[in-house]
């Protein structure tokens, strides 16, 4: 099994402009879950589906961030308008069916808004 | 009060001893524990669970658990070089979310 994919894995970009976090689960897994790494706050939960469904959106910052999961396979994180303290590394990751099994993470997105 | 909270350390123990890393938890009902280690610039990986009080040993590794307390711990025993990385706590809150603590910041050095 290829493991939880993230793409892109860098991504730099301006002030405003909008961005897309993309994520792949792995095949299988009903949990898929959005998280945020930065110095200052630790690695936060930002929301995460059962089954496509979003259970929980609470660490969800604010409305600039948008997630969907329009398939058991794909799943997208965007920020518009991004700003400087958006800068973070974004991690995905999936679980089985059974939520208090381990949550395999992806490589993360390493984002910088300049 | 920080839901998890840990020790950022850094912690430095010499190659071969062991590797003791803290954790207390606030929500008294917290029923599943998770220490995930992180190595520089890559993501988490799940090293150990425990969900019962006491001791759950898996080869160089020991998780203990006290609920009374709302204490967690993760021992390194012949800890090695490679052992060196962050060590982060996680909680499962209700709904299934983890709550995870700041990582405590392990080196082992040779």
């Known amino acids: 099994d290829a493991g939880v994919i993230q793409s892109p894995r860098h991504e730099v970009t301006e002030m405003g402009q909008e961005v897309t976090l993309r994520c792949k689960p792995i095949s299988g897994h009903d949990y898929l879950f959005w998280y945020r790494q930065t110095m200052m706050r630790g690695l936060e939960l930002l929301i995460y589906?059962?089954?496509?469904?979003?259970?929980?959106d609470s660490g969800m910052p604010e409305d600039r961030f948008s997630a969907k999961m329009p398939n058991a396979s794909f799943s997208t994180l965007k920020i518009q308008p991004s700003e400087p303290r958006d800068s973070a590394v974004y991690f995905c990751?999936?679980?089985?069916?059974?939520?208090?099994?381990?949550?395999?993470f992806g490589p993360g997105t390493r984002l910088l808004v300049l | 009060q920080k839901e998890v909270e840990q020790n950022s350390g850094p912690l430095s123990v010499p190659e071969g001893a062991i590797a003791s890393l803290n954790c207390t938890y606030s929500d008294r009902g917290s029923q599943s524990f998770f220490w995930y280690r992180q190595y520089s610039g890559k993501s988490p990986e799940l090293i150990m669970f425990?969900?019962?009080?006491g001791d759950k040993e898996d080869g160089r590794f020991t998780a203990q658990l006290n609920k009374a307390s709302q204490y967690v711990s993760l021992l390194i025993r012949d800890s090695q070089p490679s052992d060196s990385a962050t060590y982060l706590c996680?909680?499962?809150?209700?709904?299934?979310?983890?709550?995870f603590g700041q990582g405590t910041e392990l080196s082992v050095k040779p």
């Open positions: 425990i969900y019962s009080n």
């Open positions: 990751a999936s679980s089985p069916r059974q939520l208090q099994e381990t949550q395999y």
């Open positions: 589906f059962n089954n496509n469904v979003p259970i929980d």
């Open positions: 996680a909680v499962m809150a209700q709904g299934g979310k983890l709550i």
